[in-house]
């Protein structure tokens, strides 16, 4: 039985490398952790992986701050000292892998350098590359792009654009897109250009 629990560990951890952003990483790796391997005998373990998840959410979804980051740090430090297991001494390591890089502070600023955290990002159509084509909005199940298919000999219609309330931001569009005229863009840039 230990023999499986360990082994899950090492899956774990490589479906987790399998996501670009370090936060996604580490966010991924708790999540699995507590729902599997994690025996509970230790409450540095137990109580630091659930406060863990909390901030990892918190900074994955732009509602981070300087502090969370800093109660990762001490959480994982105090898990590798006091954790009974190597389970538990191996998610404290592979949280604070990533958490002396600037990804974290760049995330509770706003942005996420791998453009993976969704509430960071949002889809946009550049209207010098869309040539109306009208594949991705045939591509988007969830109706978050308008405009009107170009029909042949006509002009004066406008490039299509996306909706972000109705974005779910699952990528179809940017798959189907000839043009590439489809791009991710941090939400907060977005903002000060606006400004």
Same mark, same amino acid.
């Given at each position: 039985m230990a023999e499986q629990k360990e082994k899950k560990v090492e @899956?774990?951890? /490589?479906?987790a490398e399998l996501k670009k952003c370090p936060v996604n990483k580490a966010l991924y790796y708790v999540e699995e952790f507590l729902a599997g391997p994690?025996?509970?005998?230790?409450?540095?373990?137990?109580?630091?992986?659930?406060?863990t998840r909390i901030r990892l959410k918190n900074i994955r979804e732009g509602k981070g701050s300087e502090k969370d980051i800093k109660a990762i740090?001490?959480?994982a430090v105090d898990m590798i000292e006091s954790s009974r297991c190597k389970r538990g001494k191996d998610t404290?390591?592979?949280?604070?892998?990533?958490?002396?890089? @600037?990804?974290? /502070?760049e995330h509770i600023e706003g942005r996420c350098p791998d453009?993976?955290?969704l509430a960071l990002i949002?889809?946009?159509?550049?209207?010098?590359?869309?040539v109306m084509c009208g594949l991705c909005q045939d591509a988007c199940k969830y109706n978050a792009i308008m405009g009107e298919k170009k029909k042949k000999y006509r002009s004066g219609y406008l490039p299509f654009e996306i909706r972000q309330k109705r974005c779910v931001k699952c990528g179809e569009c940017v798959k189907v897109c000839p043009t590439n005229a489809i791009e991710i863009v941090d939400v907060k840039a977005k903002e000060t250009v606006g400004v």
């Open positions: @899956d774990i951890k /490589k479906e994690m025996c509970g005998k230790c409450f540095p373990c137990e109580m630091g992986v659930y406060e740090a001490r959480i404290a390591g592979f949280i604070l892998e990533w958490l002396g890089t @600037d990804v974290y /502070k453009k993976e955290c949002e889809y946009r159509v550049l209207p010098d590359k869309c």
